[in-house]
């Protein structure tokens, strides 16, 4: 048997057990208890929750963004600047790149042959 035939088959009985207790109630204790349940779902009608009204809302959407702001303008005044370790855009190639670190050691050598002044150029072959 699982949970739910379990669930209801307790559901069953309850609804049993209550329609049995609403049918040998009195006539007075009925009537008392349809005066109760009308009185409850006018109050309901006529006072609707102020949680659901417009202005609550409009209140706690105010109080969000500002919230927000204030925030995003503590974050944006106090980020402290940033001091990377890599400033150009070469330099971050070096870093990131998976060849050995050798052939960077003779990096300027390998920029000055490829430059528009170097032997390379010129037509020289090394």
Known sequence: MTGNDEEKRFLAKAQDLLDGVAQNLDNQKGQRLEHIRNNALRTARENPSPFFTPLRWIM???????????????????????????????????????????????????????????????????
């Open 60 to 126: 706690i959407g105010g109080f969000g963004t500002a919230t927000l702001a204030a925030a995003a303008l503590f974050f944006w005044l106090s980020a402290p600047p940033v001091n990377l370790p890599v400033r150009h855009v070469e330099d971050f190639e070096i870093i990131t790149s998976r060849e050995p670190i050798d052939f960077y050691q003779d990096l300027e050598f390998y920029r000055w042959i490829a430059s528009p002044n170097g032997p390379m150029a010129r037509g020289v072959n090394l």
